[in-house]
C-alpha cells in the first residue's frame, strides 16, 4: 500500500481576510489534492491559520479585544471561505490548537536537548514588519526599497537554531534532490542564498506575549516561524510523512526550503518532496495591498461561480511566474473558454445526437482520415494533459486541452453534420463525427473534474453517465469506450457574462477606497415630540451571518442577534459592503418596524446608516463594547 499524498499549503496570518492570492494557494492545492484522488491515491490536504505573533498582538490590542478573540473573528472569514468554496482539506489547523502548541514544545526541548537550540543574545537590527532580525545585507535591501523605517536596533537575551551547522548538508541535500524545489529558478535562488553563508537563527522573543512559551524558561515565546512550519508536523496524518508536496508563494520560499528542511534534519526525520513556489497576482504592475486599495476579495468573483474562478486560476497563472490580475482578463477568459469553448462544444453536441440519433450515442463503425486524425488526438492528449497536470502544470494542461477542443469546433465546421443529416447514405460518416465529439467530451470531463468539479459533474451527468466523475479515477479508462447510455438534454455549462454591465459594477472601488463624497446638507425635518421618538425601538445588534440576495447588486440578507433573538434582516447595503465585511459587526437596528418582503425574503427590521447625496450607506456603528440588545435611545 503507497504512503498517502500528503499535501499542505502555507497556514495563512490572521491579521486580514482572504484576497484572490491567499485563496490561488489554496485553490492551487485543492486542485492537487483532487487531481491526486483521481488517480487512485489517498489524499491528506492540510491548510490552516498561522496566528501568534507581535501582529496579531497589537491589532487585538488596538481594538480592544484578546489575540484569539481577534484571530477567531479572522479564522471564521477563512473556514468560511473554503466550506462556500467546496476545499476539500481534511483538517484546518490552527496554531492555537493545544495538540499544537505541545508539538512546538516537544520538538524544541528535543533540540535543545541535543544541543541544536542555545541560548545567547542577539544584538542588532530587527524588522518590525517581518517580525525577523535583520542581517546587514538584508537592511541595505530594505533601505534601497525606502522600507528602513522598519528597522529597529535590538539586544535581547535569545534561542538560537544552530542553523549555521546545516549549510553543509543542505547544500549536499539540494544536490541530490533535484526535485525538492519547484520551479527550477526559485530552487537556484534558494541554493545561492544557502551558498552566500547561513547564519544561526533566533527562534525565540522577549518582547512579545503572544505565542508558545519556551518550555522551562516561560519569559521567552517561540519565534512565530518556528512555530508556524511546524503545524505541517502536527496537522500529518500518521502514516502519511513526509509531505509530498508543499505549496507556497514565492515570498515564503526561504522559511520551507532553508530553515524548515533544517529543523526536520535536526530532529532527524525525512524531508517533503517537492517544495512548489508559486507566483503573485498583482494588480497591474503592483503588488496587491491594502494599503495600496487595490486588493481583490474572491466574494467580487465568486458571483460567477466557484468553478469559473477556479478555472481562472489554473488556466491563467504559470506555477512560479508573476501574473497581473485584471477583471476584464478574467470575464473574457471565461466568456471565452466556458461559454464559448467548451460550453458550445457541449450544447452543440448534444443536441445533435438528440436530433440525429434520438439521444442515443452512435458507435463509430467507418471513420476516415479526418475522423481518425480526430480519434488519434485525443489518444495524446489525454495523457499529455495527465502528465502535466502530475508536473503541477495545469496552465500547460488545459492549454493543450483546449487546443483540443478548438480543433473540435474546426472538425465539426468541415464535416458540416447538418448536411450530413439530410442523406441516410452519410450515417456512417454522421456516426463517426458524432462518436468522435462525445468521446472529446466525456475525456473532458474526467480531465478537468479536479479543476472544476461542479461543471464537469453537470458535463459527466449529461453524457449519460449516473455515476460522479470525481470518482472515476484515470487508470485505465477506455477513451473509446462505449456511452453508458443515452445523453441528456444539453444543459448551459456556463452563463455567458454580460461584461459591460459587469465592469461597471466590479470597477466600482472597495469603500475604504471612494473618494470623499460631497454632501448637500438635507433640511431639517419637521419636528416630532420626544413620546412619537421613543415609540421608535432602536437597539444593538450583532450581524452573525451575511450574504447576497440571488440576483440582487444591492441586497444583503443578514441574521442580526439584536438580544432577544435573531432576525433576518434584508438590506440595500451590497454596493458599498461585501458580506465578509459585515461579518461580527455591531450595529443598530430600528427593531420594531412592521416586516416587509424584499426580494421573496421578509426582512424584520432595519439597520441604520447615514447616507451621502449619491445614497451611499454608511452603517452606524455602537461602541465596540456594546452588547446585542441594549437600547438605543
Ligand atoms: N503565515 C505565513 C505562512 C506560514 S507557513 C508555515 C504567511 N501567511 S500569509 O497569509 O501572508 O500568506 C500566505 C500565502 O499567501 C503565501 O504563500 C503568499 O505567497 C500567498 N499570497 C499572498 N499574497 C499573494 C498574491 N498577491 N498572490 C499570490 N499569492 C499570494 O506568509
Known amino acids: 500500500?503507497?504512503?498517502?499524498?500528503?499535501?499542505?499549503?502555507?497556514?495563512?496570518?490572521?491579521?486580514?481576510?482572504?484576497?484572490?492570492?491567499?485563496?490561488?494557494?489554496?485553490?492551487?492545492?485543492?486542485?492537487?489534492?483532487?487531481?491526486?484522488?483521481?488517480?487512485?491515491?489517498?489524499?491528506?490536504?492540510?491548510?490552516?491559520?498561522?496566528?501568534?505573533?507581535?501582529?496579531?498582538?497589537?491589532?487585538?490590542?488596538?481594538?480592544?479585544?484578546?489575540?484569539?478573540?481577534?484571530?477567531?473573528?479572522?479564522?471564521?472569514?477563512?473556514?468560511?471561505?473554503?466550506?462556500?468554496?467546496?476545499?476539500?482539506?481534511?483538517?484546518?489547523?490552527?496554531?492555537?490548537?493545544?495538540?499544537?502548541?505541545?508539538?512546538?514544545?516537544?520538538l524544541f526541548k528535543r533540540l535543545l536537548d541535543k544541543g541544536d537550540i542555545y541560548k545567547s543574545t542577539y544584538k542588532g537590527l530587527y524588522s518590525v514588519s517581518d517580525e525577523a532580525y535583520v542581517t546587514e545585507l538584508q537592511a541595505k535591501e530594505l533601505q534601497a526599497q525606502g522600507l528602513a523605517h522598519q528597522l529597529v536596533e535590538l539586544e535581547e537575551e535569545t534561542y538560537f537554531f544552530r542553523l549555521s551547522a546545516y549549510q553543509d548538508r543542505l547544500l549536499k541535500y539540494y544536490e541530490e534532490h533535484p526535485e525538492f524545489v519547484q520551479p527550477e529558478f526559485r530552487f537556484n535562488e534558494v541554493k545561492r542564498f544557502v551558498e552566500s553563508g547561513l547564519q544561526d537563527l533566533s527562534i525565540s522573543r522577549t518582547s512579545i506575549t503572544w505565542g508558545i512559551p519556551v518550555p522551562g524558561d516561560e519569559k521567552h515565546v517561540i519565534y512565530v516561524w518556528f512555530d508556524a512550519l511546524l503545524n505541517y508536523l502536527t496537522g500529518c496524518p500518521g502514516d502519511s510523512w513526509p509531505p509530498d508536496l508543499q505549496i507556497v508563494g514565492k515570498d515564503i520560499l526561504r522559511f520551507h526550503a532553508v530553515y524548515w528542511p533544517a529543523f526536520l534534519m535536526a530532529a532527524g526525520m525525512f524531508l517533503p518532496t517537492t517544495i512548489l513556489a508559486h507566483g503573485w497576482w498583482l494588480m497591474g504592475e503592483d503588488k496587491m495591498s491594502k494599503s495600496r486599495g487595490n486588493v481583490v476579495r474572491p466574494d467580487t468573483l465568486l458571483r460567477f461561480g466557484n468553478d469559473a474562478l477556479r478555472f481562472y486560476f489554473m488556466r491563467e497563472m504559470q506555477v512560479g511566474h508573476d501574473r497581473g490580475f485584471s477583471f476584464e482578463g478574467f470575464m473574457d477568459r471565461l466568456n471565452a473558454d466556458l461559454a464559448n469553448g467548451l460550453g458550445n462544444l457541449a450544447s452543440r453536441t448534444l443536441s445533435m445526437i438528440h436530433r440525429y440519433r434520438g439521444g442515443?450515442?452512435?458507435?463509430?463503425?467507418?471513420?476516415?482520415?479526418?475522423?481518425?486524425?480526430?480519434?488519434?488526438?485525443?489518444?495524446?492528449?489525454?495523457?499529455?494533459?495527465?502528465?502535466?497536470?502530475?508536473?503541477?502544470?495545469?496552465?500547460?494542461?488545459?492549454?493543450?486541452?483546449?487546443?483540443?477542443?478548438?480543433?473540435?469546433?474546426?472538425?465539426?465546421?468541415?464535416?458540416?453534420?447538418?448536411?450530413l443529416a439530410k442523406d441516410p447514405a452519410n450515417d456512417p460518416k454522421l456516426d463517426a463525427v458524432l462518436a468522435n465529439l462525445y468521446r472529446a467530451l466525456r475525456a473532458t470531463a474526467l480531465l478537468v473534474a479536479s479543476v472544476m468539479p461542479e461543471l464537469a459533474q453537470t458535463l459527466w451527468a449529461s453524457l449519460g453517465h449516473d455515476t460522479q466523475v470525481a470518482e472515476t479515477t484515470f487508470h485505465g479508462f477506455a477513451l473509446d469506450g462505449p456511452a453508458i447510455g443515452p445523453v441528456g438534454d444539453p444543459k448551459p455549462l456556463f452563463q455567458r457574462i454580460d461584461k459591460e454591465k459587469e465592469m461597471e459594477e466590479l470597477m466600482a472601488p472597495e469603500p475604504v477606497a471612494v473618494a470623499k463624497p460631497s454632501l448637500d446638507v438635507p433640511e431639517l425635518r419637521e419636528t416630532v415630540d420626544a413620546d412619537t421618538f421613543f415609540k421608535v425601538d432602536l437597539r444593538v445588534g450583532k450581524i452573525l451571518e451575511a450574504e447576497r440576495v440571488p440576483k440582487s447588486d444591492k441586497l444583503i440578507r443578514m441574521k442580526v442577534d439584536i438580544g432577544l433573538e435573531q432576525r433576518t434582516i434584508v438590506g440595500g447595503i451590497g454596493k458599498a459592503y461585501e458580506p465578509a465585511d459585515l461579518l461580527n459587526r455591531l450595529v443598530v437596528v430600528v427593531a420594531n418596524l412592521a416586516p416587509r418582503k424584499l426580494m421573496g425574503i421578509e426582512s424584520h427590521g432595519m439597520l441604520l446608516a447615514a447616507s451621502d447625496n449619491a445614497s451611499k450607506p454608511y452603517l452606524v456603528a455602537p461602541q465596540a463594547d456594546a452588547q446585542p440588545g441594549f437600547l438605543v435611545k
Open 360 to 419: 442515443v450515442v452512435p458507435l463509430p463503425i467507418a471513420m476516415d482520415p479526418l475522423d481518425r486524425a480526430m480519434a488519434e488526438q485525443l489518444l495524446e492528449v489525454f495523457p499529455e494533459y495527465l502528465e502535466q497536470a502530475r508536473a503541477n502544470d495545469f496552465h500547460a494542461a488545459l492549454e493543450v486541452l483546449w487546443a483540443y477542443l478548438r480543433a473540435l469546433d474546426g472538425y465539426i465546421v468541415k464535416a458540416e453534420p447538418w448536411k
Open 1 to 106: 500500500m503507497p504512503k498517502p499524498f500528503y499535501l499542505t499549503t502555507p497556514i495563512y496570518y490572521v491579521n486580514d481576510r482572504p484576497h484572490i492570492g491567499h485563496t490561488y494557494t489554496t485553490v492551487l492545492a485543492d486542485v492537487i489534492a483532487r487531481f491526486h484522488r483521481m488517480r487512485g491515491e489517498q489524499v491528506y490536504f492540510l491548510t490552516g491559520t498561522d496566528e501568534h505573533g507581535q501582529k496579531v498582538e497589537k491589532a487585538a490590542a488596538a481594538r480592544g479585544i484578546t489575540p484569539k478573540e481577534l484571530a477567531n473573528e479572522v479564522v471564521a472569514n477563512y473556514t468560511e471561505l473554503w466550506k462556500r468554496m467546496g476545499m476539500t482539506h481534511f483538517r484546518f489547523i490552527r496554531t492555537t490548537d493545544e495538540d499544537h502548541k505541545a508539538q512546538v514544545q516537544r
